[in-house]
């Protein structure tokens, strides 16, 4: 297994646990069941803690697949600049989690509202979870990248002028 493949294993946990250990804090919220709260933080603790191989072995991707000809430079370099930010709000967000999850044991007044403050928090990181999974699919996927989204645009506009000439005829 190289690099690039490790990458690949680890790099959909950091997205996909926030998304599941919010929707889960939600459901404890509403059932007011702290069981599921304290469930819920484990979750995004572990999101944080899967953020550390996924951006570690973003390095050891980049140099094997850089010199393919289909992957530009530029393309990676956007990925890894979304990936810093969505790393640091990764491990924001952890840690906030593991504040919250020892309120939440020590009984705290307080510890309700940071569960409120997590979910905003989290709807920021999911937000950089989702620019930063799709910058990554980009690098291989090249159906999804912008330009060419903007050319199947441009090919679709020029099909249709060509079916309503056929259709003047």
Known sequence: MNAAHFHLLVNHFPIILPIVGLLVLIAGLLMRAAVIQRTALAILIAGALFTVPAFVS???AEEIVEHLPEVGHDIIHEHEEIAETFALLSYALGILAMVALWANYTQKEWAKWTHYGILLVGLFVLYFAQKTGTSGGEIRHTEIRKQ????????QKKTEKAEEQHDDD
Not at 148 to 155: I, L, R, S, T, W
């Open 58 to 60: 973003g390095e050891g």
């Open 148 to 155: 060419n989204k903007e050319a199947q645009k441009d090919g």
